[in-house]
């Protein structure tokens, strides 16, 4: 089974800008892949990196600089091999996580995210191909469904959250356990009471 991590490290998180510099934002990035490689590797598998630009790991990086669909497409066309497909904004992720989604059965099993998309996935069915954004997650189901593909649902709130927005950054300090809730204390970011909200990341 291989086991893909797309990163896109052209100016990545764009929407922490509010709150991130464009540096820090690459930072953060690169704090989150490390978290999930760390998961892909605690849970017994080799990551391979998908990224849009040469990086420096200590695991293979495969460059495609074609948009996320065309590039993860790319590598579910080039086999017949079971596919798992972890995105790299999630700090949560462990290791126990990574395995329920490749221990689920089911021709294509998906890990949505909170806000509709597809976090992660596995493809044992050769026809499998993704459409990432704009709800992605019932796009896969249905495509899946409509080939007469078993699809199995991984519920993970590890894997669900994908940082994209400040707010997001809350959940990292509360329940993250490595490079990314490192990254962000040293920094200076730490939670701090709003009676209206419950909690909020101030630095």
């Known amino acids: 089974m291989r086991v893909v991590v797309p990163f896109d490290d052209r100016e990545p998180k764009t929407r922490l800008a509010p709150t991130l510099g464009a540096d820090e934002r690459a930072g953060l990035a690169a704090a989150m892949l490390g978290d999930v490689l760390a998961a892909v590797r605690d849970a017994g598998h080799t990551p391979e990196v998908l990224s849009t630009a040469p990086l420096d790991l200590d695991t293979a990086v495969t460059v495609d600089e074609r948009p996320l669909s065309e590039a993860v497409n ?93 707010r997001d950054l809350v959940e990292v300090l509360l329940h993250g356990e490595g490079q990314a809730v490192a990254w962000l204390r040293e920094a200076g970011f730490e939670l701090v009471a709003d009676h209206s909200r419950g909690l909020r990341v101030e630095r």
């Open 74 to 166: 790319a590598v579910l066309g080039a086999t017949d091999d079971a596919v798992g497909v972890v995105m790299a904004d999630l700090p949560l992720a462990t290791a126990t996580a990574v395995s329920r989604l490749t221990d689920t059965d089911g021709g294509v099993v998906l890990a949505p995210g909170l806000g509709g998309g597809t976090n992660a996935f596995l493809a044992r069915h050769p026809g499998f191909r993704v459409n990432y954004h704009d709800g992605s997650y019932r796009k896969h189901r249905e495509q899946a469904d409509t080939a007469g593909m078993t699809v199995g649902t991984v519920d993970s709130f590890r894997l669900a959250l994908d940082v994209d927005e400040p």
